[in-house]
């Protein structure tokens, strides 16, 4: 009886109620479980949300319990149970004097207890959720703000004035959840940490009106205003870094690749100004370039040339050689393993 029970009410608790194994010793008619489930309700306190390394963030519990009605259709009990790596979230339901109900969310998939439960409802439970988690992820309150230019090696701790600016323009962002982002940073490669007392907050500023938020192995996006772009590029401007000659690869607004000794390589031309995706990927290729492990003189056997990388930089072309494990810029030689490949990944990696 228990087992037809569970089986039974995970989707009526979907479609209305709540996940929960607390109606199985529930018996009689279906009005009698609603009410059981009824009183089950009103018993949740707290709606939260897990990361799948452990990070927890609130749900605004009166808009979850409103909204959690429409997500009980098209659910059917699976054979197959929710793999560990399938798991995204773990959705926990707090209630008053009782066990708090927690329920395991995959992409495809949702388990509560030993059964796992599939179909296009799954689904859009996972979508649901991804969208309640990337909204609980922004932050109420912000106790202090770091941000940093990757690109620059520069950081830089807000002060109050600041953090309450940055506080504005966090609340007044939109989550883009249902969205797969092809976009790398723009240099110069901010990045903000932030304390709101609770937990730590890592954010990525994409592009001036994209910023992304990593929750396990999710991650999230959002549309923010161009405001704070603008008061970075105050707080931590741009600039040459003295003595790195990579930097001005920055700058490119194309970037061709040659072959020059592997037959398997393509010649592949891009643009890096006109989208920024492409403005992304550029600034990408430049930060695998600088990533090398610079040499004291050329290497014994560097292997044959694979191929050339040519930026085209304001009216001037700057080739950077690529082979193997190394490259060669401007005379001087960098060790780097498995570089050739994961820039031509990028380049030829689509919109």
Same mark, same amino acid.
């Given at each position: 009886?228990?087992? %037809?029970?569970?089986?039974?009410? +995970?989707?009526?608790?979907?479609?209305?109620?709540?996940?929960?194994?607390?109606?199985?010793?529930?018996?009689?008619?279906?009005?009698?479980?609603?009410?059981?489930?009824?009183?089950? =309700?009103?018993?949740?306190?707290?709606? %939260?949300? =897990?990361?799948?390394?452990?990070?927890?963030? &609130?749900?605004? =519990?009166?808009? +979850?319990?409103?909204?959690? &009605?429409?997500?009980?259709?098209?659910?059917?009990?699976?054979?197959?149970? =929710?793999?560990?790596?399938?798991?995204?979230?773990?959705?926990?339901?707090?209630?008053?004097?009782?066990?708090?109900?927690?329920?395991?969310?995959?992409? $495809?998939?949702? $388990? *509560?207890?030993?059964?796992? *439960?599939?179909? &296009?409802?799954?689904?859009? +439970?996972?979508?649901?959720?991804?969208r309640e988690a990337g909204k609980g992820l922004l932050p109420a309150a912000i106790q202090t703000a770091v941000v940093s230019a990757e690109d620059l090696g520069q950081t830089v701790t807000l002060g109050k004035t600041q953090a309450e600016f940055l506080q504005g323009v966090l609340a007044a962002a939109t989550p883009l959840s249902d969205k797969e982002i092809d976009q790398y940073p723009l240099y110069p490669h901010y990045r903000l940490r932030i304390d709101t007392g609770g937990r730590s907050l890592h954010i990525t500023m994409l592009t001036p009106t994209l910023v992304s938020i990593p929750f396990g192995r999710e991650t999230h996006y959002y549309s923010i205003q161009g405001s704070l772009f603008s008061q970075l590029t105050q707080w931590l401007p741009p600039r040459r870094t003295a003595g790195d000659a990579f930097d001005r690869l920055f700058q490119a607004s194309k970037i061709r690749v040659e072959p020059s000794g592997d037959a398997r390589v393509a010649s592949v031309e891009q643009s890096a100004t006109e989208t920024t995706v492409e403005q992304g990927k550029a600034h990408q290729c430049v930060r695998l370039l600088k990533g090398g492990v610079a040499l004291a003189g050329q290497p014994k056997s560097p292997g044959s040339e694979r191929y050339r990388l040519i930026f085209s930089v304001e009216e001037s072309e700057v080739t950077v050689h690529v082979y193997d494990r190394h490259i060669r810029f401007n005379d001087n030689w960098y060790a780097h393993e498995r570089l050739d490949d994961e820039l031509l990944t990028l380049l030829r990696a689509k919109k």
């Amino acid at each position: 009886m228990k087992r %037809t029970l569970r089986a039974y009410v +995970f989707p009526v608790l979907m479609a209305g109620l709540l996940m929960a194994g607390c109606s199985e010793g529930v018996k009689g008619t279906e009005s009698d479980m609603k009410k059981q489930l009824d009183a089950d =309700l009103g018993a949740v306190e707290k709606v %939260t949300v =897990l990361s799948t390394d452990g990070q927890e963030v &609130p749900l605004a =519990l009166d808009e +979850f319990l409103k909204e959690l &009605p429409e997500q009980g259709k098209d659910l059917q009990v699976s054979p197959q149970p =929710l793999k560990r790596d399938e798991i995204r979230y773990t959705l926990v339901l707090y209630r008053h004097k009782l066990a708090p109900l927690v329920v395991e969310v995959g992409k $495809q998939a949702s $388990q *509560y207890g030993e059964n796992t *439960y599939r179909g &296009p409802g799954a689904d859009r +439970f996972y979508q649901w959720i991804h969208r309640e988690a990337g909204k609980g992820l922004l932050p109420a309150a912000i106790q202090t703000a770091v941000v940093s230019a990757e690109d620059l090696g520069q950081t830089v701790t807000l002060g109050k004035t600041q953090a309450e600016f940055l506080q504005g323009v966090l609340a007044a962002a939109t989550p883009l959840s249902d969205k797969e982002i092809d976009q790398y940073p723009l240099y110069p490669h901010y990045r903000l940490r932030i304390d709101t007392g609770g937990r730590s907050l890592h954010i990525t500023m994409l592009t001036p009106t994209l910023v992304s938020i990593p929750f396990g192995r999710e991650t999230h996006y959002y549309s923010i205003q161009g405001s704070l772009f603008s008061q970075l590029t105050q707080w931590l401007p741009p600039r040459r870094t003295a003595g790195d000659a990579f930097d001005r690869l920055f700058q490119a607004s194309k970037i061709r690749v040659e072959p020059s000794g592997d037959a398997r390589v393509a010649s592949v031309e891009q643009s890096a100004t006109e989208t920024t995706v492409e403005q992304g990927k550029a600034h990408q290729c430049v930060r695998l370039l600088k990533g090398g492990v610079a040499l004291a003189g050329q290497p014994k056997s560097p292997g044959s040339e694979r191929y050339r990388l040519i930026f085209s930089v304001e009216e001037s072309e700057v080739t950077v050689h690529v082979y193997d494990r190394h490259i060669r810029f401007n005379d001087n030689w960098y060790a780097h393993e498995r570089l050739d490949d994961e820039l031509l990944t990028l380049l030829r990696a689509k919109k």
